[in-house]
């Protein structure tokens, strides 16, 4: 079975620009969520989805990010405009519920 | 969520029992113990979970004190392929989400 597929895997771009993470979540599952990995802060949950509605997007670090589910089997984590310290690996996760989530395997992106 | 408290590194030599611990000693009735571990490069992996009785997968053991206090995770015959971060979380009842510490840094020798 496929698990959460991510995209890109990897992204270089420039300060100012605009960036769109992509996910798919284990087809079935209801609950998605982003976390962002630094080697300073370790794993932050940045924002989670219940039925395709935000249900605690506390972890959103600023306006800059916005997060979008339009549906079931689909989600965007956008920045916007991106800074170097946006540097992070970016990981998409999907649950049944309250049952055991499974993570992709991430999308890692420098901003420079 | 109560809070865990893992070692910061351990070492393990290849083809040996590799014995984790976790401290959870505000652990809640209704709070599962949960074990993931990640890879250099990799997301994280679901290994096991459990409430109060012990349990065993495929992969691993969880071993969990009768007070649930504290609890182990064991690889019971380990591989340079374990080398990874392992992540002990209290996680309750039908709460969605995963909050992860810093975890244990294991390290496979040959």
């Known amino acids: 079975d496929a698990g959460v597929i991510q995209s890109p895997r990897h992204e270089v771009t420039e300060m100012g620009q605009e960036v769109t993470l992509r996910c798919k979540p284990i087809s079935g599952h209801n609950s998605l969520f982003w976390y962002r990995q630094t080697m300073m802060r370790g794993l932050e949950l940045l924002i989670y989805?219940?039925?395709?509605?935000?249900?605690?997007d506390s972890g959103m670090p600023e306006d800059r990010f916005s997060a979008k589910m339009p549906n079931a089997s689909f989600s965007t984590l956008k920045i916007q405009p991106s800074e170097p310290r946006d540097s992070a690996v970016y990981f998409c996760?999907?649950?049944?519920?309250?049952?055991?989530?499974?993570f992709g395997e991430g999308s890692w992106l420098t901003v420079v | 969520d109560a809070k865990t408290t893992q070692p910061t590194s351990m070492d393990c030599a290849e083809g040996r029992a590799a014995n984790l611990p976790c401290n959870h000693s505000t652990i809640s009735g209704n709070e599962y113990v949960y074990w993931y571990r990640q890879i250099h490069s990799q997301g994280p992996q679901y290994i096991i979970h459990?409430?109060?009785n012990n349990e065993t997968n495929e992969m691993a053991s969880l071993i969990i004190t009768e007070d649930r206090k504290s609890s182990t995770l064991i690889l019971p015959h380990a591989t340079l392929r374990d080398t990874a971060v392992y992540y002990c979380i209290v996680r309750t009842q039908g709460a969605q989400k995963l909050v992860f510490g810093q975890g244990t840094r294991l390290t496979i020798n040959p």
């Open positions: 459990g409430l109060k």
């Open positions: 996760a999907s649950s049944l519920g309250g049952n055991t989530i499974y």
């Open positions: 989805f219940n039925n395709n509605v935000p249900i605690d």
